[in-house]
């Protein structure tokens, strides 16, 4: 009977000195800034509530190392310490705010504020943050490497997008035509680390099938985004063009044909160049030798007419038909001997009479 009274009432005690030790000394916020850009100044806050009680001292650490100590006691009450990375502003600096200036690669770490109360107590309550200091990508926009300037259906997008040197790397990512690619499309490559400071450089890499559907207009978007926090952003975008396969040329002539309702006649299908008005070769061949034919003909048929023409007194005179010194005979030499003398144009009258005179 008396158990489960006994279990309240233990509870009720620890919850009574649970809210004792809360309404003490306690930490309302602290502020310390997660990433901040190199060579900045950075601040950090420690705001509490002594509810009552005098403060003895407020201390920071970074990655357990002090380096800033007030109390209000000292004369002067603020304090630093030498830390790799940690330069206090001392002018900036309070019991709840510590200005560090110019902030490096080696500032980096975690910080944690701590807050004392006087005697008898010396309560004591601390909390902690992680602070990056950033340095950016000393190379601009993230570049985009091995596309091309023209894709068909069926082929192979291989690109890669590569960050500039920072600390820490940049987060980069893929856009199609504005919307994000799918995590299947994407080649994650291992981190670059080179430098004293081991700045890092990012590579992303997206491949995939083209198909129809990612042309749009005609053309295609390939968009890398590089960003780290809210501190940067920068993207890089390629447009390239689609190079649909064409149509075979005869269906082309056809559909273009059909399109216009032309009443042309029609022409060979796949020929764009107009007509040669030199005839082929085999033709030219046929019309030239049905001319040496002819000329050939037309030699046969004279040489044949001047045999007939002196076979007529020869066969006459050796048949007995005709004497020489006949009248009739000498009139068909006289006639042969015209003939010849028109038929060599290049024998002298002189020559010609003699040739005559002989003959008769």
């Given at each position: 009977?008396?158990?489960?009274?006994?279990?309240?009432?233990?509870?009720?005690?620890?919850?009574?000195?649970?809210?004792?030790s809360v309404a003490g000394l306690k930490l309302t916020e602290v502020r310390i800034p997660k990433y901040v850009v190199k060579d900045s100044p950075a601040q950090l806050e420690c705001l509490y509530d002594l509810d009552g009680e005098a403060l003895y001292s407020v201390k920071w650490y970074k990655d357990g190392n002090e380096f800033y100590r007030y109390v209000p006691r000292d004369m002067p009450p603020a304090q630093t310490f030498l830390l790799p990375g940690v330069i206090v502003d001392l002018h900036n600096?309070?019991?709840?705010?510590?200005?560090?200036?110019?902030?490096?690669?080696?500032?980096?770490?975690?910080?944690?504020?701590?807050?004392?109360?006087?005697?008898?107590?010396?309560?004591?309550?601390?909390?902690?943050?992680?602070?990056?200091?950033?340095?950016?990508?000393?190379?601009?926009?993230?570049?985009?490497?091995?596309?091309?300037?023209?894709?068909?259906?069926?082929?192979?997008?291989?690109?890669?997008?590569?960050?500039?040197?920072?600390?820490?790397?940049?987060?980069?990512?893929?856009?199609?035509?504005?919307?994000?690619?799918?995590?299947?499309?994407?080649?994650?490559?291992?981190?670059?680390?080179?430098?004293?400071?081991?700045?890092?450089?990012?590579?992303?890499?997206?491949?995939?099938?083209?198909?129809?559907?990612?042309?749009?207009?005609?053309?295609?978007?390939?968009?890398?985004?590089?960003?780290?926090?809210?501190?940067?952003?920068?993207?890089?975008?390629?447009?390239?063009?689609?190079?649909?396969?064409?149509?075979?040329?005869?269906?082309?002539?056809?559909?273009?044909?059909?399109?216009?309702?032309?009443?042309?006649?029609?022409?060979?299908?796949?020929?764009?160049?107009?007509?040669?008005?030199?005839?082929?070769?085999?033709?030219?061949?046929?019309?030239?030798?049905?001319?040496?034919?002819?000329?050939?003909?037309?030699?046969?048929?004279?040489?044949?007419?001047?045999?007939?023409?002196?076979?007529?007194?020869?066969?006459?005179?050796?048949?007995?038909?005709?004497?020489?010194?006949?009248?009739?005979?000498?009139?068909?030499?006289?006639?042969?001997?015209?003939?010849?003398?028109?038929?060599?144009?290049?024998?002298?009258?002189?020559?010609?009479?003699?040739?005559?005179?002989?003959?008769?």
């Amino acid at each position: 009977m008396f158990g489960p009274l006994n279990l309240l009432a233990a509870l009720f005690f620890i919850g009574t000195l649970k809210d004792f030790s809360v309404a003490g000394l306690k930490l309302t916020e602290v502020r310390i800034p997660k990433y901040v850009v190199k060579d900045s100044p950075a601040q950090l806050e420690c705001l509490y509530d002594l509810d009552g009680e005098a403060l003895y001292s407020v201390k920071w650490y970074k990655d357990g190392n002090e380096f800033y100590r007030y109390v209000p006691r000292d004369m002067p009450p603020a304090q630093t310490f030498l830390l790799p990375g940690v330069i206090v502003d001392l002018h900036n600096s309070s019991d709840a705010t510590v200005t560090l200036r110019n902030v490096n690669l080696q500032s980096t770490g975690r910080f944690r504020c701590e807050v004392s109360g006087e005697a008898p107590s010396f309560q004591t309550v601390t909390e902690h943050g992680d602070m990056i200091v950033v340095f950016l990508p000393d190379q601009g926009s993230p570049k985009i490497s091995g596309g091309r300037p023209r894709y068909q259906v069926g082929d192979y997008v291989k690109v890669n997008c590569t960050s500039g040197r920072s600390k820490p790397a940049v987060e980069l990512s893929w856009q199609v035509n504005g919307e994000p690619a799918d995590k299947q499309k994407l080649r994650k490559y291992n981190t670059i680390v080179e430098g004293r400071d081991g700045l890092e450089t990012s590579v992303l890499g997206l491949q995939f099938r083209v198909e129809q559907r990612h042309f749009r207009n005609g053309d295609m978007k390939l968009k890398c985004i590089a960003e780290l926090s809210s501190l940067y952003w920068r993207s890089n975008e390629e447009s390239v063009e689609g190079d649909r396969p064409q149509k075979a040329p005869a269906l082309e002539s056809r559909e273009t044909a059909y399109a216009s309702n032309s009443r042309a006649d029609p022409v060979q299908a796949g020929s764009t160049a107009p007509p040669s008005s030199t005839p082929p070769a085999p033709l030219l061949l046929l019309v030239v030798s049905l001319a040496v034919v002819g000329a050939v003909a037309t030699l046969a048929q004279g040489i044949a007419q001047d045999i007939d023409v002196f076979k007529i007194p020869m066969d006459r005179t050796a048949t007995g038909g005709m004497a020489k010194g006949d009248p009739e005979a000498r009139e068909l030499l006289a006639g042969r001997e015209e003939e010849k003398r028109s038929a060599r144009p290049g024998k002298s009258e002189a020559q010609l009479g003699k040739i005559s005179l002989s003959a008769r």
